[in-house]
């Protein structure tokens, strides 16, 4: 039986749209996984959810995998087939944007295939208040 891939692109486009929002990994309740499915249409929940599992490599914890790996500063095989291939080191920098709320974000890009697909993953750790890390990502199919 041949698979539908056609909610790849609607995938990418929340995908998209989800980091041009400023999409965070929830430390609470709300899953990633839930978080894209909850914006694509009920039609193609089942082959989006498909693709969202483990196996694809965009699972939360697997995202959450390669971001240790790129803190780790390493080139990484993963079981599903996905490869880290290459990242920069942290650039820190100062958010400059709310003076009386100045924090300290960290910064890094890398670049993983999963299958034949090529994604640039931007991730950018924000330090709370109350000292919680929290993740800010963008996953960007390149051309």
Wanted: glycine share 4%; hydrophobic share 40%; charged share 25%.
């Amino acid at each position: 039986m041949k698979k539908r891939f056609f909610p790849l692109p609607l995938l990418l486009a929340v995908l998209v749209l989800l980091s041009a929002c400023g999409a965070s990994v929830p430390d609470a309740e709300k899953t990633l996984t839930e978080s894209l499915l909850s914006a694509i249409s009920e039609e193609d929940f089942a082959a989006a959810a498909e693709l969202l599992d483990s196996e694809s490599g965009l699972a939360e914890t697997t995202i959450r995998s390669y971001i240790y790996a790129l803190e780790a500063e390493t080139d990484c095989d993963f079981s599903n087939g996905a490869r880290v291939v290459g990242y920069t080191a942290y650039e820190d920098y100062t958010d400059e944007s709310s003076p009386e709320e100045q924090r300290t974000l960290h910064k890094l890009r890398a670049d993983i295939k999963v299958g034949t697909m090529p994604f640039t993953l931007t991730v950018v750790t924000v330090e709370g208040d109350d000292g919680v890390s929290v993740y800010d990502f963008a996953f960007e199919l390149k051309n």
